[in-house]
DNA sequence: GCTCTGATTGTTGAT
DNA sequence: ATCAACAATCAGAGC
């Protein structure tokens, strides 16, 4: 059911705080830490095969299919840093298969993990929040670096050198 | 053998 | 204000 809705529940508190990563009660310092940079991920960036019929309108979503190792056109480029929940699902995950472990498909474990994260209270979220907005903040570092570089010398092609360092604390 | 799919929510750029 | 795309993960399926 959730599936279809998708941008309308989005979910109780995202942008009802403003837009920050932490939906409700986060914290003013916690809001300073998200620059909102230009980024620069937009979805043209992305392979054409998979920008174009990514249009599931009333079906599914979108399916990302993650280009795997057809990255050859960013390799230097920060890629998105996983949201909160996507933090949660690491976590969410180990504990599902240890108490599951005939269950190896992710659909499955995604399909729990959503449904927990639901129930899930706001303390219990926002130390994934709190995480999130850590990374975001140093995703949106190395993007201003990126984009720096390849204003300075358009392609490095040095994807493993000092952005790797900053990244990594 | 390699690539893509599926399923989840969050985030954000773009329209 | 709404939409669309993409982020991780990994076994299975398809070519």
């Not at 990374?135 to 952005?163: C, L, P, Q, T, V």
Request: positive net charge; contains cysteine.
């Amino acid at each position: 059911m959730a599936k279809n809705a998708k941008k309308s529940q989005v979910s109780p508190s995202s942008r009802a705080s403003a837009s920050a990563t932490v939906p409700k009660r986060a914290s003013d310092d916690q809001m300073a830490l998200r620059t909102k940079s230009s980024e620069g991920m937009k979805r043209s960036a992305r392979p054409s095969k998979v920008s174009v019929e990514r249009r599931p309108k009333s079906a599914k979503k979108t399916k990302t299919k993650h280009k795997k190792k057809n990255d050859k056109s960013d390799t230097n480029k920060p890629k998105k840093p996983p949201t909160a929940f996507f933090y949660f699902l690491e976590d969410f995950r180990k504990d599902f298969q240890e108490q599951n472990p005939n269950v190896k498909s992710m659909r499955d474990i995604g399909k729990a993990c959503g449904e927990k994260w639901k129930t899930m209270t706001y303390e219990e979220k926002v130390q994934y929040y709190d995480i999130a907005t850590v990374k975001r903040a140093e995703f949106d570092k190395a993007m201003a670096d990126y984009i720096k570089k390849m204003e300075s010398g358009e392609n490095i092609e040095s994807e493993d050198s000092d952005s790797d360092s900053e990244l990594d604390e």
